[in-house]
């Protein structure tokens, strides 16, 4: 299964989602994250962080077009690819959604977010599972109802919340937080459901 975490604008959640969905997919089956973007984000917080939860996460870096499909060409059919893709590059973020089985938006409440969100969702073929989970979400605040409710009503699936936490975003300077796991799992599960009833 090949899960790829999309957006076109950075600082919307990208790199913490694949992390945190790659801990989840390798706690349970041989499980890789595909690193695409040229920053190497994710590279680095799975290199740096000691965390019991990534030590089976095996790591490809794969910033280019080639590179990333020679690495989703490598995934076996009984692993778990997630797939952190670069910001603002379309070209490569396509190549990636054409050999995916899942999306996954992460996105953020307010300014721009919604028109990011829809120019990725127009990238999506149609039968392609898709879900968006709202990072850094104060889901007690009127816009996030708002938000969601809006999703809801444009039939786009919102597979999970990741609450507003310091330590969800640490990065490779702290574990993995608790709280940041179990959020992320209900769009793990989310996800693999969209998978096997598509």
């Not at 990208?14 to 994250?33: E, F, H, I, N």
């Not at 910033?63 to 690495?71: C, E, F, N, V, Y």
């Not at 444009?154 to 975003?169: F, Q």
Request: aromatic share 4%; net charge negative.
């Amino acid at each position: 299964m090949i899960i790829v975490v999309a957006a076109l604008k950075g600082g919307v959640g990208k790199t913490t989602t694949s992390v945190y969905l790659g801990a989840l997919a390798a706690a349970r089956r041989p499980a890789t994250l595909v690193d695409a973007d040229p920053q190497a984000s994710a590279a680095d917080w799975i290199e740096s962080a000691e965390d019991e939860h990534l030590e089976r996460l095996t790591l490809v870096e794969a910033p280019t077009d080639r590179l990333l499909i020679k690495a989703l060409d490598r995934i076996d059919p009984e692993e778990v690819a997630v797939v952190d893709t670069p910001p603002g590059n379309e070209r490569l973020l396509v190549k990636a959604i054409e050999r995916a089985d899942v999306v996954v938006v992460p996105t953020r409440i307010g300014g721009v977010e919604t028109a990011r969100v829809e120019a990725v969702l127009d990238l999506v073929p149609r039968k392609l599972p898709v879900g968006l989970v709202i990072c850094s979400a104060r889901t007690y605040t009127r816009d996030y109802q708002d938000v969601v409710a809006a999703w809801t009503e444009a039939n786009v699936p919102v597979w999970g919340s990741v609450p507003e936490r310091v330590t969800i975003a640490t990065g490779p300077e702290g574990s993995l937080a608790p709280d940041g796991i179990e959020a992320y799992r209900s769009v793990w599960r989310r996800a693999l459901r969209a998978v096997r009833e598509s």
